[in-house]
């Protein structure tokens, strides 16, 4: 029996020597000030209150009114009374229903929870990109493009979807908590957007946005370093894919802006016809969140 556990033993690694090609991946950009309070909550990833920056205007953000992290869905039980302590007492879930059907939010009694997506799931797309990426039909530049297309498509696709998350955010009187999936993506577009909105450069939205590198980063290596010894069981998959999938990069939301331009002329005018935020009615939101 022991012979036969280190013959078969063997074997896999072999095979994985053998099937696997020496994957390279690239440093992403991180972050250059981790100027956020960053809350170790167990088992909710990307967990963070967006603060301590200062706007155009020199008004400082209001720590403790935004929070922004991934699914909750593993949220412990232990972890709810921190939650009280911060005052969270709204969730804003950004994902899709199917995405929302696999892993449902674990939540305190009491927790106000909402559910808005500006991306709906049509036809099971993810399930089979999945599948595309396993058989190795989706290439790392694909996956690149798919972030791009995302990234313009999110922001103008759905704008009455986004017009409501925004107001759902800026007009609450407590601290919201807002997520998607991964924290990454759709909480990195509407948190950029709601920097946009209390005037804060791009320089400093930008930092805001890629610090999901740097609060991402010991749970995407154990991720890419998991796949890459696993990658015998799926030996035709692009482990850059995976790469691509797991960062955010400044021309993602480059993306995003630029169709914002593209359609709209500029951020101002998007904030004004399309989210309907008036100049009077920014200011107010201004003063809310900033000192």
Known sequence: MNTLIKISVLSISLCCIFSCKTQHFETPEY??????????IKKVYNFRT????????????????????????????????????????EIIDLRNSKEIFEKPDHLPNGITYKKYSAFEDRGDQLAQ?????????????????????????????????????????????HPVLYHCTAGKDRTGIITALILA?????????????????????NLVRKRLHLAGNLHFLYPKMDLQVLEKLSWVEKRYLDAAFGEINKKYGSTDAYIQKVLGISDAKRTEYIQKFTY
């Open 50 to 89: 967006v603060g301590n920056i200062k706007n155009t205007e020199g008004r400082a953000l209001k720590e403790g009114m935004l929070y922004r992290s991934a699914h909750l869905h593993q949220l412990k039980k232990k972890s709810f009374d921190e939650f009280g302590k911060l005052g969270i007492a």
């Open 197 to 217: 909105i209390l005037k804060f450069d791009e320089e400093t939205i930008y930092n805001e946005y890629l610090l999901s590198n740097n609060y991402r980063k």
């Open 129 to 173: 990109a999945r599948k595309l990426v396993l058989k190795g039909k989706v290439k790392a530049s694909d996956a690149d493009k798919r972030m791009v297309d995302f990234y313009r498509e999110y922001v103008t696709e759905n704008p009455e979807t986004i017009k409501t998350i925004i107001a759902e955010i800026l007009e609450a009187d």
């Open 31 to 40: 972050g250059k000030n981790e100027t956020e309070k960053v809350r170790n």
